[in-house]
């Protein structure tokens, strides 16, 4: 089994503030995830989804299961090793952009780059050719609160690129905008992952939005109640 | 992630959100402008009342002759001729006494070319200006022999010293006092004001055998109106309040059961008193500091705990993308310590000015001290960073998912 790019084994997930009674966030999740894989995470509303992402993304941990990233389990890690993995491995992107309101849109695409240690001149160098990437090269400068939803969102993206992560994790990337944007922003997505084979992994509740995917993978209740390659409905029609 | 661009980093959080960083920056300077304004007025009175006290000379008794009676009239103390220079010789040979100075108190107009200045004219002996702690600035004190020979020199106080000289040096010119010309050996250091507000400079000083035999013409020669006796410490000075009693009514041999024809007045109680006010006054202003600094201190607090926990989600977003606990604590630290540094020295620059207003519009003197700028700032500065600091700590112990949660 060793040599997957993401592998996890009976993960289970509980949180410390639910309520008694309720059941577990997450009940003995395992599957696996390749590099260059485009998955597509769907489920109602407290099916897990979003926990098994937050986990994967290491922004929260496991109450039990084991999770292997690369091969090597990511229980053991410092919260320093954690940092430094979602730093350079990994690049998110949220429903609600998660911009920093206070500084330019060059200077949040750069913001990993500072964690990273690059310097000054090569985090402006290298955030210009991000925005420019995602079409938004004459607003480098402007402030996120001067751009729209879709605007807000690629430089999210171009944020998440910024340290050439291996996977790219989105959370309902699309949730906060209208049809023609969320297309533009899957079409980036799907041209992202054909063109340079970083993994992708989507939560979303939309089936246009999981269409987009290479493979669906279905919680309910904290199971995983289906996985396997989407079932194009648009070709069914 | 190096140090530059962490700096760099809070500098450009703080650059960012200006308000806030106005605000924040606002609660330190203006607990460390209160305190330090506070305390430059109350120190500065408190100088000014211990100038007046220690300007009358220390452990000092002052003995007035008695009163005469011209029918039902009763003259009050120190008209009565009978304190002499002879009773000042036996007090100043007395076990508790240090020194003692006669003096024979006149008035009169002074005279140098074109200008004159009624003044107090005082005839004193040498010890005179060591009782009352009055140095000669320049030039020479009055001497033994000046009162031998009953000559006529002078001191001037600096008060005489401007209105009769324009910049020429006093030393060795002859004035007029009463028409009568002195020598003017010397000049008295300035002394300010006394405790009730008498400007002590404007005096001249003559031998005192000078004052009672040529310039004020006196019936009773070798009496004199009062004399200051300084005894040898702060505790002696009652023995010695009791010792020249006894003595002087020996000397003037008064019968047990009659009055004192003298008053001894114990001029280290009124000093005791004004310094005691003083240090009232001094507490008062250091419980007002005191408080202002609390104050202060709450505010700065407040405005750090809201100000850094409304940002837990940026803390989260800073996380997501790959801060270290420690590159959110060092860059939030160091966010408090530009708004504590820069919020301190505008407090205490904002303190120092407007004590330096206070004193000018009010007339009253103000005293900084390096000290004091220090502890306000440093307490400040302390509350400011901490709780600049802590909650970005628990913030920064959260997991990524609960800070970006946060609303």
């Known amino acids: 089994m060793a040599g997957r790019f993401i592998e996890v084994e009976h993960l289970g997930k509980v949180y410390e503030a639910a309520a008694p009674g309720t059941p577990a966030a997450l009940q003995g999740v ?77 200077e949040n695409v750069a913001l990993p780059m500072v964690y990273s240690g690059a310097p000054g001149a090569e985090r402006r160098r290298r955030s210009l050719e991000l925005l420019a990437k995602v079409g938004l090269a004459p607003y480098a400068d402007a402030m996120p609160n001067r751009l729209s939803g879709g605007q807000q969102q690629r430089v999210a993206i171009a944020r998440a690129l910024a340290n050439h992560p291996q996977l790219i994790l989105a959370d309902e990337p699309t949730g906060n905008l209208d049809t023609q944007t969320s297309m533009e922003i899957m079409d980036f997505f799907t041209a992202l992952n054909r063109e340079t084979g970083v993994t992708i992994l989507l939560v979303t509740h939309e089936n246009d939005i999981a269409q987009y995917a290479g493979r669906l993978i279905r919680f309910k209740d904290g199971h995983v109640v289906h996985d396997g390659p ?8 | 992630m190096n ?91 007395l076990p508790n006494v240090q020194a003692v100075a006669p003096t024979f108190p006149g008035g009169g107009q002074v005279a140098y070319g074109i200008s004159n200045w009624g003044t107090q004219v005082l005839g004193v002996t040498p010890e005179y200006t060591s009782v009352r702690d009055w140095p000669v600035e320049s030039g020479e004190p009055i001497g033994e022999t000046d009162i031998r020979s009953a000559t006529r020199v002078a001191l001037l106080g600096a008060t005489v010293v ?8 006093p030393v060795g010119k002859t004035i007029r006092i009463r028409g009568q010309p002195f020598q003017v050996v010397g000049v008295l250091k300035r002394k300010g004001q006394s405790l009730d507000g008498r400007d002590q400079d404007d005096s001249v000083l003559v031998p005192i055998t000078t004052a009672q035999s040529k310039l004020f013409g006196n019936r009773f020669p070798g009496t004199v109106r009062f004399m200051f006796v300084q ?63 609390v104050v202060g201190g709450i505010g700065i607090m407040n405005i750090m705990l809201v100000s850094v926990t409304e940002r837990t989600r940026e803390i989260g977003i800073r996380m997501a993308i790959g801060a270290r606990q420690r590159d959110v604590l060092v860059q939030f630290l160091l966010e408090a310590l530009m708004i504590c540094i820069v919020g301190g020295l505008v407090g205490i620059a904002i303190g120092v000015a407007g004590a330096f207003a206070v004193g000018r519009f009010m007339q009253i003197e103000v005293a900084f001290s390096a000290w004091v700028m220090l502890v306000a700032f440093a307490v400040s500065a302390a509350t400011g960073i901490f709780f600049g600091f802590w909650p970005a700590r628990r913030a920064a112990a959260l997991k990524p998912v609960e800070a970006l949660r946060y609303e």
């Open chain 1, 30 to 106: 395992s599957l696996g995830i390749d590099q260059g894989e485009f998955v597509a995470v769907m489920g109602p509303s407290g099916s897990g989804k979003s926990t098994f992402m937050n986990v994967v993304g290491l922004l929260d941990s496991p109450t039990s299961g084991a999770y292997r990233l690369n091969g090597k389990d990511v229980s053991g890690l410092t919260t320093d090793e954690l940092a430094h993995v979602r730093n350079r491995v990994f690049g998110f992107v949220f429903q609600g952009f998660n911009l920093l309101k206070r500084i330019s849109a060059a």
């Open chain 2, 231 to 293: 005894a040898v410490s702060q505790e002696a000075t009652s023995a010695a309040e009791n010792d020249i009693v006894l003595l002087l009514r020996q000397r003037h041999r008064i019968q047990p059961d009659a009055d004192d024809d003298f008053t001894v007045r114990n001029l280290t109680q009124a000093a005791e008193a004004a310094s005691a006010t003083a240090r009232i006054l001094s507490l008062m202003l250091g419980a007002i500091g005191s408080i202002s600094l």
């Open chain 2, 3 to 93: 140090f530059p661009s962490i700096i760099s980093e809070a500098a450009r959080s703080l650059g960012a959100n200006k308000l806030r960083t106005g605000l924040t920056m606002l609660g330190m300077v203006i607990g460390v402008a209160a305190v330090v304004l506070m305390l430059a007025v109350g120190t500065g009175a408190q100088n000014q009342v211990n100038r007046a006290v220690s300007s009358m000379g220390s452990n000092l008794l002052v003995i007035l002759s008695g009163s005469t009676s011209a029918g039902t009239i009763r003259m009050g103390s120190g008209n009565a001729p009978t304190l002499t220079t002879g009773d000042a010789e036996a007090i100043a040979k």
């Open chain 1, 230 to 237: 989407v079932a194009h409905e648009k070709a069914a029609e």
């Open chain 2, 162 to 169: 401007e209105k009769l000289f324009d910049t020429e040096d």
